[in-house]
């Protein structure tokens, strides 16, 4: 019996030089990935929001957000996907700080394009985490398992909002959470006052795991923070 092919990986490549980032989409679609290209960690979340991916490349000189803060809260919410900084940062102490950060394969430029699709097959082949001991988001499925196999059903809001949660690290303010979650129609006031009753719906539903450490957690005059580190997975497909 013929075993089942293995799928390509979806590669979404994380560059602020333009002419760089098209030409690395050109080269790795030509050797059969599914690629996407975007310019910073804010279009980063929009793409994962969009369509999961498998392997992510990731320069770390970016505007706003850099590839190392990128880095770390990727690696804490979406410990199943493989990261590949490709930067100009040489040294070795800069090496050190990019594995420290979480990444899986550390290359610096010029690195041949040859290479680069190398190494995205050779980490797709080997990347097989244990996320069983974790709480898990099953964005597509509206689930949260526990690290103990509670699962709990979720509405669409609170799987979005754990989700924005999960991607943005630490902590989201108030304003931040309006403009994901809010409705454009309704007044910043309203919006505010819906978000908080969600999140009081969503603790309702946590119930006693509260008290485990997983909790949507209010900090007075900044926002919301989730209490434990979130696996989300079974992102919408395209």
């Known amino acids: ?14 560059e602020d030089n333009e ?6 989409e050109l080269y790795l679609a030509e050797e059969g990935f599914a ?3 975007v310019d910073s960690g804010a279009q980063l979340n929009e793409a994962l929001l969009a369509q999961s991916a498998d392997i992510l490349i990731l320069d770390l000189n970016l505007p706003e957000e850099d590839g190392l803060c990128i880095t770390k809260r990727i690696r804490r919410s979406l410990p199943d996907l493989g ?4 930067t100009a940062r040489i040294r070795s102490i800069d090496r050190l700080e990019g594995y420290a950060a979480g990444a899986d394969v550390y290359l610096t430029k010029p690195t041949r394009p040859g290479e680069l699709a190398a190494v995205v097959r050779n980490l797709f082949g080997r990347l097989r ?3 069983s001991a974790q709480w898990q988001l099953n964005v597509a499925g509206l689930t949260l398992r526990s690290p103990s196999g509670d699962e709990l059903k979720l509405t669409g809001s609170e799987a979005r909002l754990l989700t924005e949660l999960a991607f943005c690290g630490q902590y989201m303010d ?3 959470l ?3 979650l809010g409705d454009a129609k309704k007044s910043q006031k309203i919006n505010k006052a819906r978000i908080e009753v969600l999140i009081s719906r969503l603790r309702i539903k946590l119930g006693s795991h509260v008290g485990t450490g997983f909790d949507v957690k209010a900090l007075r005059g900044r926002g919301y923070q989730l209490g434990l580190p979130l696996t989300v997975t079974n992102l919408p497909p395209k």
């Open 129 to 131: 985490p244990d996320i």
């Open 83 to 86: 990261i590949i900084i490709l």
């Open 35 to 37: 690629v996407r290209g």
């Open 178 to 180: 309006v403009a994901k």
């Open 1 to 14: 019996m013929n075993s089942a092919p293995v799928p390509d990986p979806r590669v979404i490549i994380v």
């Open 19 to 24: 002419t760089l980032r098209r030409e690395l």
């Open 174 to 176: 108030h304003e931040t």
